[in-house]
Each structure stands twice: as C-alpha cells, then as structure tokens.
C-alpha cells in the first residue's frame, strides 16, 4: 500500500498525548490532539519547542503535498506502527522461517526494533521473556485467532491483549450467569457449554437491550471476556426474559414459559375443543386454584362461532392448554360488545315457550326455543313452531310468557305492548 493510502488519523486515535513522532518539516515532535472533523485541512496536530505543526489526515502539511509525518526518522511505515496487543506475523527475507508474535512496545523513538512477546515459531511458544524484534521484518496479522487460541492452550488461560498477561480463566458451567465482554461491550448471558473455540449460551440479552433466545453461541477469537454476572446484572436478565413472557428455570437449565399472574375479574384467552374442533375462547376468570393448577371462567365468547355462554361455569386445567395469556384490548373491546349484545337478548334455553316472527306485517307465532345462530344471521333463532312442528329460523323471539296476548298477533317487533 502507498503511504498516501494510509488514514494516519485512524491509526493515532487512542494514542496518547505527547507520543513521538518524525516531520521532515522540522524533526522531532509530540502529538498533540486531533481535529473532530478528520477531513480538515489540518486534522492531525503536533507541537515541539519551537510551535505547533498540523498535517491533514494523511500526514501531508498541504493538499497536494507530500506526506511530511511518519512514525519516526528511520522508520516511515505507517503500517508497521504497531500498538500494544497487536497480533504480527513474520514476512521477513527468511522464506523458512514462519512465525507470530504478540506486540508490546518499540524499543525506542526508532521504531526499528520492538520487543514481542509469546512468539510463535511452528509448534514451538517462547513465553519466558520478550524477545527484541526487527520493525521491519513483520505485518499485522489480519486473522490473528488460530495463534491466540494456540497461545492459550498452550499455556492454559486467557491472553489479555491489554496487559499481555495470561489469566487463569474460571470453569463457568451451564446455567451460570455471566457477564460476557466482547470489544468493550457487556452483554449478560446464561452459559450453556464451551465446545473448542465456541461458547453456547441459553439466552443473551445484548447492550443494546435485544434479547436473543434461539441457543445463541459465539466464536471466541481472543476477543471475548467471561465473568461471573453481578446481581443486578442477574436482574437485568431476568427482567428482559419476563417482559418476553419467559423465565430461566435453573432446575431444568432451560428458558420456560413464564405463567400469566391471574387476576380475578380479568379477561383471558384460551383454546378449546368442541364438536366443530378447537376453537378460541375469551372468558372472564371468576375463580381460581393455582395450588391445583385450575382456572374458572364465567361469561365465556367463542371467537370462531360468535357464541356466548353464560349458563354455566367452566373449570380449566392450566397444564393441558397451549394457549392461555391475558386478552388484548382489540379482544376486549369484542368481547363487552357482544356481552351488550347479549344483555339485549333474552335469554333461552332449550325447549322454552317463545313467539316468533320473521318480520313486519308477519304474526307472532308459539313456537319452542331450539338455538341462536348468533346476531350475524338474519334470521338468529331456531325453533319448533306448534303450527307446523317443523324446526325453522326465525328474525325476531321474544318470551311466550308476558306477550301470550299477541299470539297470532301482527305487531312490530319496535312496538310490542309491555308483557302482563
């Protein structure tokens, strides 16, 4: 790569104030800072004795110019301006030689010699001491994770490219919880397993506040930090997996379905089956014995038949249902507007006397009551009339009780005397 390629800015970003460097324009020199803005004109200010020195982000002192800032006098690389902690690889004159080391520091203001630490030659780690280097000899790696995890097994811990100390790392087992550090980002985890270079987790709940819950594993390349979580990080987790509807069952050591705190007088929403199939009920809880796992609801509206049941409590088994979860408000709102509904209509049973008529100008007939289709049929009721003791559907019902004086009778349904 040709030195005008190189974003010197990028490279200088976590270095410290005063670090050396080399200008041709005037020698030695200390960084200073650097512009917020790296595509300034004079983005990359130094100082020395005698002033201040600014170069744009390539190192050049004007647009047009040649570059004029390097790493030091005798080494103008910017690619070989190594930071501590960074993976490198031998690309020297010897075509035999393989090798890999890790980066500490520059033995001087040169910068022609570094000293490097756990190098790697074939299957031999030299770990004892630094070894001193030649600047020139060596590139970054750009896929350091085969020699880190090489380096670690080796010598049975984690290395932390910080301080360049092997850390003997903890054993985690599955359902701890833990904090995992990964490029200076916490995220909270339950630990599942650790197969070779991958870590498995039951759960993840991302600093960006995502939850992954699909298993999620992830490579380690030397880059990752485990620790036991804090208590309030433990918190933080379970928090997330509730607002899910789920919850970490550390005896099973896996993530279950976290149980709807009932309340009585609410709505919810359960599957059950009838003679047409399973159907969706929303019904109002009026009882309940969670010691012996049952539910009872009262008023209860089937979705799919449009049908409501309020004759008759219904006890339900909560481990036999898959679904069972608090109703929303859309189902709430629907499920008031057919109780109005049905507050509207009187209520039959089977085999009660009631008139019928399918409409004005049409008499009222005896007839006894069978069943209601539901308010989205024209003509609802179905009944036996005496006249012709066949079933039909008729628009209008009404008691026989009270009204047995409009028998045969052709009143509107709208202007019905009132009942005896």
């Not at 987790?237 to 009932?262: N, R």
């Not at 709505?267 to 059950?272: K, P």
Request: glycine content about 6%; proline content about 3%; overall charge negative.
């Amino acid at each position: 790569m040709e030195q005008k390629d190189i974003d010197v800015y990028e490279i200088l970003k976590d270095v410290p104030k005063g670090t050396e460097f080399y200008t041709s324009l005037c020698g030695n020199v200390g960084l200073a800072y650097l512009e917020s803005n790296k595509e300034a004109g004079e983005a990359i200010w130094t100082k020395n004795k005698d002033g201040e020195y600014s170069f744009n982000k390539n190192g050049r002192w004007m647009k047009g110019g040649e570059v004029t800032f390097f790493p030091s006098k005798q080494m103008r690389d910017w690619s070989k301006f190594f930071k501590k902690g960074d993976v490198l690889e031998y690309a020297g004159d010897d075509e035999g030689l393989q090798g890999s080391c890790t980066f500490e520091k520059f033995e001087d203001e040169t910068k022609t010699r570094f000293l490097g630490r756990y190098v790697k030659e074939k299957e031999a780690l030299y770990s004892k001491r630094p070894s001193s280097l030649r600047t020139a000899d060596w590139v970054k790696s750009d896929d350091p994770a085969d020699y880190i995890r090489f380096v670690e097994e080796r010598l049975g811990g984690k290395l932390n490219r910080e301080t360049l100390e092997i850390e003997k790392q903890l054993e985690f087992k599955d359902g701890d919880i833990v904090a995992l550090v990964v490029r200076k980002c916490t995220h909270i985890a339950i630990f599942q397993s650790r197969q070779e270079a991958y870590i498995g987790f039951h759960a993840v709940l991302c600093q960006n506040d995502e939850l992954l819950l699909e298993e999620p594993f992830r490579e380690d390349v030397g880059d990752i930090e485990l620790r036991l979580a804090t208590d309030s990080e433990k918190q933080q987790l379970f928090d997330a997996l509730a607002k899910e509807g789920k919850a970490w069952d550390a005896e099973k050591k896996q993530i279950v379905d976290l149980k709807p705190a009932f309340e009585i007088g609410k709505l919810y929403v359960f599957d059950e089956e009838d003679e047409d199939g399973k159907v969706m009920v929303i019904g109002k809880l009026i009882a309940k014995n969670e010691s012996e796992d049952t539910l009872t609801f009262g008023n209860q509206y089937e979705i799919e038949t449009e049908k409501f049941v309020t004759d008759q409590a219904f006890d339900l088994d909560i481990s036999l249902h898959e679904v069972l979860r608090e109703a929303t408000e859309n189902e709430v709102e629907l499920f008031n507007k057919h109780y109005a509904i049905w507050k509207e209509q009187p209520c039959f049973k089977t085999f009660d006397k009631v008139l019928v008529s399918i409409g004005s100008g049409f008499k009222w007939r005896p007839a006894l009551f069978i069943r209601d289709h539901g308010e989205n049929c024209t003509n609802r009721y179905n009944v036996l009339p005496l006249y012709s003791g066949k079933p039909a559907d008729f628009e209008h019902c009404i008691p026989y009780e009270g009204y047995e004086n409009i028998a045969f009778a052709d009143y509107n349904s709208e202007d019905l005397p009132l009942p005896f």
